[in-house]
């Protein structure tokens, strides 16, 4: 049996204020002599992490003793204020993005400055959606991912979209972009000979489902985070340079388990050299140094630090006598003259 333990005031005051100062049960809102209760209780070996504590009224803690309240309902009230807390954050990145989007080459960027790739990264994020099927009107497969460069029009490969169609087709099922929003069908605009780039065109975006969560909740800040992807003109340069530190966006099953629902995982590494012409299809292609993650899904955004698209993934590849894989990156030199336009 556990050691139960005092909780410390710091973690008391996370979890507090992750339920703004009152009692987690929806209905409740009571601000006086709250508690910390422990989800998983300390007697089967649960412990102080803030992700096993719920903040609750005395008269809610003393319901849930007598079986009154289910522990089912207990974990879903936690997972609410999770998602919540997430909301807030998704509404300030976002803001953040749109000021710096829209803001000139020359003119003050509003907010807190902020450093690195953290901007470039929660633009390309609002940017990225999983291209795949659908099938038995409820499962959807992934096979890849695009970037939105302008309007409706998003960038992949053309094995991604090959993918999605021909599996899609032969399972009954069709080929769809995942968004924040719903799921939407897809046509391809343009396909160009440069490194196997194809633009493709969204449709109307199918929200029925989310239009009437949001009529449940009656909750306005939810809008935050079921939105539409960003499709502002995406600022590009056709290629990337030899030596230069790039980020890029995937979703490794390794870490599933720790890493928010349907969220992306930033990686970063640097331009290591161009591959060799054989064909155009090899044209302006590069190899970044090697990551320890695994890269599942082709058409990921690649990406400087000033939110310049160079690139976008193709595949990957390991070199002999290294340990692990290298993004093979396919330069964005098509987007001249569709991002301009």
């Given at each position: 049996?556990?050691?139960?333990?005092?909780?410390?005031?710091?973690?008391?005051?996370?979890?507090?204020?992750?339920?703004?100062?009152r009692?987690?049960?929806?209905?409740?809102?009571?601000t006086?002599?709250?508690?910390?209760?422990?989800i998983?209780?300390?007697?089967?070996?649960?412990?102080?992490?803030?992700?096993?504590?719920?903040?609750?009224?005395?008269?809610?803690?003393?319901?849930?003793?007598?079986?009154?309240?289910?522990?089912?309902s207990?974990?879903?009230?936690?997972?609410?204020?999770?998602t919540?807390?997430?909301?807030?954050?998704?509404?300030e990145?976002?803001?953040?993005?749109n000021?710096?989007?829209?803001?000139?080459?020359?003119?003050?960027?509003?907010?807190?400055?902020?450093?690195?790739?953290?901007?470039?990264?929660?633009?390309?994020?609002?940017?990225?959606?999983?291209?795949?099927?659908?099938?038995?009107?409820?499962?959807?497969?992934?096979?890849?991912?695009?970037?939105?460069?302008?309007?409706?029009?998003?960038?992949?490969?053309?094995?991604?979209?090959?993918?999605?169609?021909?599996?899609?087709?032969?399972?009954?099922?069709?080929?769809?972009?995942?968004t924040?929003?719903?799921?939407?069908?897809?046509?391809?605009?343009?396909?160009?000979?440069?490194?196997?780039?194809?633009?493709?065109?969204?449709?109307?975006?199918?929200?029925?489902?989310?239009?009437?969560?949001?009529?449940?909740?009656?909750?306005?800040?939810?809008?935050?985070f079921?939105?539409?992807?960003?499709?502002?003109?995406?600022?590009?340069?056709?290629?990337?340079?030899?030596?230069?530190?790039?980020?890029?966006?995937?979703?490794?099953?390794n870490?599933?388990?720790?890493?928010?629902?349907?969220?992306?995982?930033?990686?970063?590494?640097?331009?290591?050299?161009?591959?060799?012409?054989?064909?155009?299809?090899?044209?302006?292609?590069?190899?970044?140094?090697?990551?320890s993650?695994?890269?599942?899904?082709?058409?990921?955004?690649?990406?400087t630090?000033?939110?310049?698209?160079?690139?976008?993934?193709?595949?990957?590849?390991?070199?002999?006598?290294?340990?692990f894989?290298?993004?093979?990156?396919?330069?964005?030199l098509?987007?001249?003259?569709?991002?301009?336009?």
């Open positions: 049996m556990a050691d139960r333990k005092q909780t410390s005031n710091a973690t008391k005051d996370e979890i507090l204020r992750e339920a703004g100062y009692c987690a049960v929806p209905s409740c809102g009571a006086l002599a709250l508690d910390v209760h422990h998983v209780e300390v007697s089967r070996g649960g412990g102080d992490d803030p992700a096993n504590l719920l903040a609750l009224c005395g008269t809610h803690h003393d319901l849930y003793h007598r079986g009154v309240i289910s522990h089912k207990i974990k879903e009230w936690k997972s609410r204020l999770i919540a807390n997430q909301i807030d954050v998704r509404a990145i976002r803001q953040a993005v000021d710096a989007v829209i803001a000139t080459e020359d003119g003050p960027v509003p907010g807190e400055v902020r450093e690195g790739f953290s901007l470039a990264t929660g633009e390309f994020i609002y940017r990225t959606c999983e291209i795949g099927f659908v099938h038995d009107d409820k499962y959807f497969v992934p096979t890849g991912y695009c970037c939105f460069v302008k309007g409706r029009l998003a960038l992949t490969t053309a094995e991604v979209v090959r993918i999605a169609t021909e599996v899609g087709t032969m399972r009954g099922g069709f080929r769809v972009i995942r924040l929003r719903g799921f939407t069908p897809f046509e391809v605009k343009k396909s160009f000979d440069v490194g196997t780039l194809v633009l493709i065109e969204r449709g109307e975006i199918d929200d029925a489902y989310v239009v009437a969560l949001l009529a449940e909740e009656s909750d306005k800040q939810l809008e935050d079921f939105t539409e992807p960003l499709e502002t003109p995406v600022k590009y340069r056709m290629a990337p340079f030899c030596g230069e530190r790039v980020g890029f966006l995937h979703a490794p099953s870490s599933e388990e720790i890493r928010a629902r349907r969220e992306f995982q930033f990686d970063s590494a640097d331009v290591s050299f161009s591959l060799t012409l054989k064909s155009k299809e090899d044209f302006l292609q590069y190899a970044l140094s090697p990551v993650s695994h890269i599942q899904h082709r058409g990921s955004p690649v990406f630090a000033d939110a310049r698209l160079v690139g976008v993934i193709k595949e990957t590849a390991r070199l002999s006598g290294e340990t894989w290298r993004p093979i990156v396919t330069a964005v098509p987007l001249k003259g569709v991002v301009d336009s």
